[in-house]
């Protein structure tokens, strides 16, 4: 199984500054993803990546950037926290299970709980 | 990624089999259906997943109607542990970022 660790797992911040959430994998694994986890809303894509130095949008990404520079480590950054963004957010990676890409599973890390009083 | 249906909630007893049902109707023959848990308090984990045949794994079995429309996860025997949300999720192959789409799932109760 692959290794994903998130940090900090629990973060209490001001609205207004800014915040970083770290995903850490160790086995080189191209994709990765952030989702954020609201009750009412399920499980929200925000950004992905499928590279260093490559990353998209997914369906909540507004307020959020993220960054891969190295293929180990994905980060989140919210430039100016708001009460919104209160959330658990997950950090997940893409492993191969077969010989098509539909056959692909996510593991996820084990959660960072974001306050934005 | 076409959708999926499946209810809310439901209720087992512990140590009796239990069937969720999942229901995509517009599923396409490229689509493969797979299920992830998640746990009270956790990241979501994969259950098992196929494309047209049944499957059986350590956690559970998948079966797959003959048309695909339906598809149901099989946990033989319920333990207090597999209380959880299930998600029942369409995976295209096409879906050139391979992430997940997640609906609302199932929250599955076992009683002892």
């Known amino acids: 199984d692959a290794g994903i660790t998130q940090s900090p797992r629990h973060k209490v911040t001001e609205t207004g500054t800014p915040v970083t959430l770290r995903c850490h994998q160790t086995?080189?694994?191209?994709?990765m993803y952030w989702y954020r986890q609201d009750p009412g809303h399920g499980l929200r894509l925000i950004h992905y990546s499928y590279g260093v130095k490559d990353t998209d949008k997914g369906e909540v990404s507004d307020g959020y950037s993220v960054s891969r520079s190295k293929t180990e480590d994905f980060l989140l950054t919210l430039e100016s926290a708001t009460s919104s963004q209160t959330s658990v957010y997950f950090c997940?990676?893409?492993?191969?299970?077969?010989?098509?890409?539909?056959?692909?599973?996510?593991?996820f890390g084990a959660g960072s709980r974001l306050t934005v009083l | 990624d076409a959708k999926t249906t499946q209810p809310n909630s439901m209720e087992s007893n512990e140590e009796e089999p239990v069937h969720l049902p999942c229901n995509h109707s517009t599923i396409s023959g490229t689509d493969y259906i797979h299920w992830y848990r998640q746990l009270p308090s956790q990241g979501p984990e994969y259950v098992i997943h196929?494309?047209?045949s049944n499957v059986n794994n350590r956690m559970a079995s998948l079966a797959i109607a003959e048309d695909r429309k339906s598809s149901t996860l099989i946990l033989h025997r319920a333990t207090l542990r597999d209380a959880a949300v299930y998600y029942c999720i369409l995976r295209d192959v096409q879906n050139a970022g391979n992430m997940l789409t997640f609906g609302g799932g199932t929250r599955l109760m076992v009683k002892p």
């Open positions: 086995e080189n694994h191209r994709y």
């Open positions: 997940a990676i893409s492993e191969s299970r077969g010989l098509s890409s539909g056959a692909n599973v996510l593991t």
């Open positions: 196929g494309l047209t």
